[in-house]
């Protein structure tokens, strides 16, 4: 895989078609909850920025996407990754390819991590 990408399209485009579907979809579900977002390709992944900082990062591999919203943004739905059997790390969570994305989850993260951003900046 190429180790240096200018935009997320270019990202993307190196995936099979079905990996290409998720991280699309992922793609467009983040910018409906958060208008206004600047696209950006952080530690050679997907990025976004809210107000200048940094709010989620996603990614591709073969088997899943990765979703890196910060250790608080983990720490703070532990209990549904659990309950979903998702396998998360202190920074990441794995959305499984085989199974749809779980949009309801992913929005309550980005506005939680919308909401820690907000409370920064006050």
Known sequence: MQSTFTNIDEYIFLFSVEIQEKLQELRKAIHLQVPDLEEYIGYQMPAFRYKAKPLI???????????????????????????????????AV??????????????????????????KKS
């Open 94 to 119: 794995q959305f499984p390819i085989h199974e749809d994305l779980p949009l309801d989850l992913i929005t309550k993260i980005l506005l939680f991590r919308v909401e820690e951003i907000e409370q």
């Open 57 to 91: 990062y996603f990614a591709g591999y073969k088997k899943h996407i990765g979703f890196y919203p910060g250790a608080e943004g983990i720490r703070n739905f532990e209990t549904d990754f659990k309950e979903r059997k998702y396998k998360f790390s202190k920074g």
